[in-house]
């Protein structure tokens, strides 16, 4: 009995199983049928082959049924989530990029105050230093980064794309309303 959802490693286990076994089985099969052995050598080649069946007829099981959950994949969630990832690591990249840019600012400003003479103290007073908008920034980015990881397993899980792990995330503007309204029942 195949227990659902199946997961990659289960799926691709199944898989390679089958890729492994099929030669074998073939191999048996020419083996039976070749009129050389004697009755207790059939007998051990019949119960091998059994046993080695059984465990492929587990192994097609599991790849069957991972076929058909990739088949009825919830395609409209993954592609919103692949788009509001990339949305995400865009933003993601502002966000560094403003940080970087006000931390030049500030050292380009701060040593043209000190050309004028001016004391570290006095600097600091006339110009803060921007820390309190990177560390923001970082925050939000840290944030923002996990929800595009989250995203992204989400949209790479093959073949369960498990919407649990993305439950959280509001993917309503990246869907139509109908796909919408299936993907909050589905989450």
């Known amino acids: 009995m195949t227990t659902l959802p199946i997961n990659r490693v289960q799926f691709d286990a199944a898989k390679n199983t089958l890729i492994q076994l099929n030669p074998c089985l073939e191999a048996i099969n020419s083996l039976a049928a070749d009129n050389s052995l004697t009755d ?11 046993w080695l069946s059984n465990h492929a007829a587990d192994a097609k099981n599991i790849y ?10 919830p395609q409209a969630m993954i592609r919103a989530a692949f788009a509001l ?23 380009e400003k701060s040593e043209a105050l000190a050309k004028q003479k001016f004391s570290p103290a006095e600097i600091l007073k006339i110009l803060p230093p921007p820390n309190q908008l990177t560390e923001s920034n970082a925050e939000l980015s840290a ?9 992204w397993r989400f ?16 993917l309503g503007g990246y ?7 299936f993907s909050v029942k589905a989450a």
């Open 40 to 50: 207790v050598d059939t007998k051990y080649l019949t119960d091998f082959q059994s």
């Open 64 to 73: 069957d049924a991972g076929l058909l959950q990739y088949e009825n994949r």
């Open 85 to 107: 990832a990339e949305n995400l690591r865009n933003e993601i990249n502002l966000l560094d990029k403003a940080s970087a840019s006000l931390l030049a600012r500030y050292v």
């Open 143 to 151: 944030t923002l980064q996990d929800k595009a990881d989250r995203l």
């Open 155 to 170: 949209a790479t899980d093959a073949p369960r794309f498990d919407a649990s792990k993305i439950s959280d995330i509001d």
């Open 175 to 181: 869907l139509t309303a109908a796909e919408y309204q």
